[in-house]
């Protein structure tokens, strides 16, 4: 006689439901970003221009806006264009109340390919038109006030032009 073949191994159900992701150490799962309305600072020039290319191609984005001192060149259907100057609080307070975007690009970048001639302006542009932003932005709290600023800049990489220019580290 021969024997029958032993059952196959089965897999115990869980007693419990499956664990959150707070119990298993994974980080919660989270909704893709959606960028809302957008104000590009200096989207009229070189960089800030093709983000605003790209930035219109992006379907979170419900609206874009720029604001620059010259807003007349590179310019594309669809956007709103705002004249103003980041060194000048009153303009960006202007404009952001305006615009209230959730997320803003800084591209704003005076004299390219010669800094050395024009570190104050740098400097002003840089360090001063940031902070006016940054200053201007969290005073726009809520639930629906900026939610990410993103700032870019040549200058930066060079570091220490007139012993400034180490944003991360507080200056702003």
């Not at 705002?82 to 690009?105: A, C, L, N």
């Not at 900026?146 to 180490?166: E, I, M, N, P, Q």
Request: proline residues 9%; hydrophobic residues 35%.
């Amino acid at each position: 006689m021969q024997d029958s073949p032993a059952p196959a191994p089965t897999v115990p159900k869980p007693e419990s439901e499956p664990l959150s992701s707070k119990e298993d150490g994974l980080p919660p799962s989270t909704p893709s970003p959606e960028f809302g309305t957008v104000l590009v600072i200096g989207g009229s020039g070189f960089l800030g221009h093709h983000i605003v290319r790209r930035l219109l191609r992006e379907p979170t984005c419900t609206s874009i806006s720029v604001m620059s001192r010259s807003p007349f060149t590179n310019r594309f259907p669809g956007v709103t264009y705002h004249i103003g100057d980041i060194t000048k609080v009153e303009h960006v307070k202007s404009v952001m109340e305006q615009v209230r975007p959730r997320v803003v690009f800084n591209t704003a970048s005076p004299h390219a390919y010669v800094d050395h001639v024009h570190a104050g302006d740098n400097f002003s542009v840089n360090v001063e038109g940031m902070r006016n932003l940054l200053d201007v932005a969290g005073g726009m709290g809520g639930k629906d006030g900026v939610r990410a600023v993103v700032y870019t800049s040549k200058w930066g990489l060079r570091g220490g032009v007139l012993g400034v220019g180490d944003l991360w580290k507080g200056d702003c």
